[in-house]
């Protein structure tokens, strides 16, 4: 893993790299959850690393220069650091979100390879990231979201109002569990990526809840787990290598 400090729109990000720099081979934009890179987010992407593709991993709530990880049971607890990470995640805005992503695009661009054909997955917060970075991009060639929210919101500002923009194939993998993913905000979801006429898969991952990907959290569940990361085995292959 090479970690490299990328100068971002609000401070220094620090990008973790799977696999060689440069070359020309696939690329996945890795946006984490909103607890940011640590050993369970350096498993998804070894895994993700494990099939011949670089993956590149940004820092959420890099402008805070947080000297250490955030750490979930501290957020699932109370007091202070708990109300420290309210504060930061409501920081998270759709234009901070697309400025991140072209930030991010032209990281990839300068340090991966220009012609390396991308995908971008996202988790939780980075849902929103991975379908913007199809919206901005038509190089990339698959977006997915993972138990993400705020894809649709029912007010407001969200990537599905750009969705006619993107080229690549956009992929829902949500929690069937979910509070922050209803059956409404489902129903926006698919509403747009219809009317944008996207190539678009949603899938239901039945009877997991929010966050069911990292092995940190107490929802995690291996089988779904595991079933994401063949989902984008998959796609990959056969988007990527065309």
Sequence with gaps: MHT??????????????????????????????????????????????????????????????????VDPAVVFGSGPEREKFFAMFAKVTPETIE???????????????ADAPLAAVGYCMG?????????ASGKVRFAGAFHAGKLAPAEGDGPHKRFA????????????????YDASEHGRLAEALRAADTDH?????????HGWVYEDLPVYNKAAADKHQRRIAEHFSELLTA
Aim: aromatic share 12%; no cysteine; charged share 15%.
């Design 201 to 209: 898969v949603i899938e239901t991952y039945y009877g997991v809840g």
């Design 99 to 113: 400025q991140d992503v072209a930030a991010t695009l032209e990281f990839v661009a300068e340090h991966i390879g």
């Design 127 to 135: 849902g929103r990231y991975a379908l913007a970075s199809a919206n």
């Design 4 to 69: 490299i400090q990328a100068p971002f729109p609000r401070g220094t990000n620090p990008i973790h790299v799977f696999g060689e720099l440069g070359g020309s081979s696939p690329a996945v934009i890795l946006y984490p959850d909103a607890f940011g890179p640590r050993p369970a987010a350096y498993a998804v992407a070894e895994a993700i690393a494990s099939n011949g593709w670089r993956v590149v991993m940004t820092t959420p709530f890099y402008e805070f220069a947080l000297s250490e990880p």
């Design 165 to 180: 923009q993107a080229k690549g194939r956009i992929y829902i993998g949500a929690a069937g569990i979910d509070h922050g």
